[in-house]
């Protein structure tokens, strides 16, 4: 049982990080493209939408393997 949850969290944290790169990628090269410096008033501003697109992300993960 615990083995299995342990196999659940690994797959789980795989899923969220795999997203989370498509993410950052999508942000370097669709809404900073060719800038050289990027400037953020405060992390907030970043980690905020990404928190937000991930829960989406997470959402309707969840909701299509239960379908």
């Given at each position: 049982m615990i083995r299995l949850l342990i196999l659940d969290c690994?797959?789980?944290n795989r899923l969220v990080w795999d997203e989370t790169l498509k993410i950052m990628k999508g942000l370097f090269?669709?809404?900073w493209g060719d800038k050289d410096v990027i400037t953020v008033d405060h992390c907030v501003d970043i980690t905020l939408p990404v928190s937000f697109f991930l829960?989406?992300?997470a959402f309707f993960s969840?909701?299509?393997r239960h379908a």
């Open positions: 690994q797959r789980n090269e669709d809404v829960y989406i992300f969840i909701y299509d």
